[in-house]
């Protein structure tokens, strides 16, 4: 069982940054492989990126790609996602996943789940 906390959202202007962090209990941490996704208000969640359970394979969406950054610290059971050039496009709600097996796209591949933090961009 794997119980997963968010922190570092907030308001931002265009072009701003953020980092978000994901805070995980568990012993096996560091056997799962982890991820970011969002869901905007009349949306589908959709996948941002992720990062394998060793952190040497990293995974982003098209439209993040060059502005976000995944890692993860297996010592300190956390993984982290570093926005820069944040769009107002990026606002949505930020929920951190893990999977106990390899990397996966579609959300509902995802073993747990965070509840979310809000990320709003202002333009």
């Known amino acids: 069982q794997v119980q997963l906390v968010e922190s570092g959202g907030g308001l931002v202007q265009a072009g701003g940054s953020l980092r978000l962090s994901c805070a995980a209990s568990?012993?096996?941490?560091?056997?799962?492989?982890m991820g970011w996704f969002r869901q905007a208000p009349g949306k589908e969640r959709e996948f941002v990126s992720a990062v394998s359970w060793s952190g040497s394979s990293q995974y982003y969406a098209d439209s993040v790609k060059g502005r976000f950054t995944i890692s993860r610290d297996n010592a300190k059971n956390a993984v982290y996602l570093q926005m820069n050039s944040l769009k107002p496009e990026d606002t949505a709600v930020y929920a951190c996943a893990a999977r106990e097996s390899r990397v996966a796209m579609r959300a509902r591949m995802w073993d747990y789940w965070g509840q979310g933090t809000q990320v709003t961009v202002s333009s």
């Open positions: 568990g012993r096996t941490f560091s056997s799962y492989a």
